[in-house]
């Protein structure tokens, strides 16, 4: 049962974190030392140079790698994967598998008896605008079809933590803004919480209701600010074309360039 308190509780919390890979001579910080709490809802993006660790503490939310140092509670416990949805830069779909195969298998990894699949999947379809592809194969489908059912996989994983590792990069700019504006209208008002790294910062001002800003490698946190956006119902024009829009933008390409310098 959730209670006042619980919804209080953070999703995320990383406190001292540190990681290297590698050991001797040959180890390599990646991140930190970086301390970040989020909470339910918040829809996090994280910017940073290449190489400064994003990815990283992405797989150290996700469970995928334990901190060298310092702790990564989800929802109060260690780390581990199975717990957070997640979406890779590439669609990583099973080839061998249709659209709907593909979902299933999260579904069923998750625990979804299987009478219950084919109305969660149809319904997740649905959501990121791909109604009716369950029976294509992944192949026929186009870059932005299979990063939508990517998506669609991610969300069909029983968790409320989405970890997106720059989802859009690789498709075309309709395609991309088409995607933002599902991703944040289906953010919006929602017990979601979501860590979404990219190197655009007007995605990072469209999509983020809270900006990490990381420093060169080892990434630490060099800003974090709250995004003065309305999430709900918007317009994403009128959301494009706010002047906190172009103010925010501002302030995290300056700290961007400062961290990266
Ligand atoms: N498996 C690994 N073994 C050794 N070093 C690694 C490994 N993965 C990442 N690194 C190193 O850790 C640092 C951070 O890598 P990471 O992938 O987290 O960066 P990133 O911020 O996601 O970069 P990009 O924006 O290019 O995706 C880099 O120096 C990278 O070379
Ligand atoms: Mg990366």
């Not at 969300?155 to 990069?169: I, M, N, T």
């Amino acid at each position: 049962m959730s209670s006042a308190s619980d919804d209080d509780a953070p999703v995320l919390e990383a406190r001292g974190v540190v990681h290297r890979y590698g050991s001797g001579r040959t180890a390599t910080t990646a991140l930190g030392p970086v301390d970040l709490t989020i909470r339910r809802g918040e829809f996090v993006v994280v910017v940073g140079a290449s190489g400064c660790g994003k990815s990283t503490l992405l797989r150290l939310v996700a469970g995928f790698e334990d901190p060298t140092e310092g702790t990564v509670l989800v929802d109060g416990a260690a780390a581990r994967p199975g717990r957070s949805g997640i979406v890779f830069q590439q669609p990583r779909l099973l080839p061998w598998r249709t659209v709907g195969g593909n979902i299933d298998l999260a579904l069923a990894t998750g625990g979804v008896p299987a009478d219950e699949r084919t109305a969660q999947r149809e319904a997740l379809l649905e959501q990121v605008g791909l109604p009716g592809v369950s029976h294509r194969r992944t192949w026929e489908l186009s870059g932005g079809q299979q990063q939508r059912v990517a998506i669609a996989r991610a969300l069909a994983v029983p968790s409320d933590l989405l970890l997106l590792d720059e989802p859009f990069a690789a498709l075309d700019a309709l395609t991309r803004e088409r995607l933002q504006e599902d991703l944040r209208g289906s953010s919006a008002s929602r017990d979601r919480t979501s860590i979404f790294v990219t190197h655009s910062v007007d995605e990072a001002v469209f999509l983020g209701s809270r900006i990490v800003v990381l420093s060169r490698s080892p990434g630490r946190i060099a800003l974090d600010v709250p995004v003065p956006l309305p999430r709900d119902g918007t317009d994403p024009l009128a959301v494009r074309s706010h002047p906190q829009f172009a103010a925010l933008r501002q302030i995290v390409s300056a700290e961007l360039r400062a961290a990266a310098a």
